[in-house]
């Protein structure tokens, strides 16, 4: 069965820096990726997501994601973080052999500090 | 354009009792998708819905069951509620028919079990 993993529970960073946060899934076929961020009290929204193409996306808020197929990895990166990018990231995945269901990481809290 | 919403944003039951979640879709998406999302577990998959008909489930008891409307709108329901039910429920909607499209997110409806 597909899956997702992240591999960092939290990422603790000072503000300015840079960070990235890891992505893995395990399919041999196609997929789609997405990283999604959710904000203390509030839904899920979307930060970026991959279908084909470039290998690099750019998503909203100063966020990229770097699709590498050979490791099967989607890590999602910033090169400075500010205090209101401390929130939870989850990394998805859909297709590869499971339809149009989506398989959500178990997220990754980001936590920004002064 | 109206986003995913959900009702009641917080609902307050005892053990045994049974919960009932509404969610309306973005106009134009006949796809629901329901998640769970308890404290450390990330987002676990419950039901996805297209076209009214149920089309993929997670690995929840037979107690986690809902439904979709002609107008595509959904329901969850839980019943004989335990203690480890309570969690922030998510509901999604996305178009049907392709694999490209994310989802959408609402803010979700916290169930709290006594």
């Known amino acids: 069965a597909q899956s997702v993993t992240q591999l960092d529970s939290q990422v603790p960073v000072f503000e300015e820096a840079p960070v990235e946060l890891r992505c893995n899934y395990s399919s041999s076929v196609s997929v789609y990726l997405f990283w999604y961020v959710q904000y203390p009290n509030q839904g899920l929204q979307l930060l970026l997501k991959?279908?084909?193409?470039?290998?690099l996306v750019k998503g909203i808020n100063g966020f990229e994601a770097e699709f590498n197929k050979s490791q099967t990895s989607f890590p999602l990166r910033k090169p400075s973080v500010h205090i209101s990018d401390t929130a939870e990231y989850f990394c998805?995945?859909?297709?590869?052999?499971?339809?149009?269901?989506?398989?959500f990481g178990k997220g990754t809290r980001l936590l920004v500090k002064p | 354009e109206a986003g995913v919403t959900q009702s009641p944003t917080h609902l307050i039951k005892t053990r045994g009792q049974q919960a009932t979640l509404r969610c309306s879709p973005i106009s134009g998406h006949t796809s629901v998708y329901w998640y769970q999302q308890a404290l450390g577990l990330g987002l676990q998959f419950l039901l996805w819905?297209?076209?009214?008909?149920?089309?993929n489930r997670g690995n929840f008891p037979p107690r986690f069951s809902g439904r979709q409307f002609p107008n595509y709108s959904s329901e969850l329901n839980v019943n004989a509620l335990e203690l480890e039910d309570s969690a922030l429920y998510l509901c999604a909607s996305s178009r049907a028919g392709t694999l490209t499209g994310e989802l959408f997110f609402g803010e979700g409806s916290r169930l709290t079990v006594l």
């Open positions: 998805a995945v859909r297709g590869g052999g499971q339809g149009f269901s989506f398989i």
């Open positions: 991959y279908l084909s193409g470039s290998t």
């Open positions: 819905y297209d076209e009214g008909e149920e089309r």
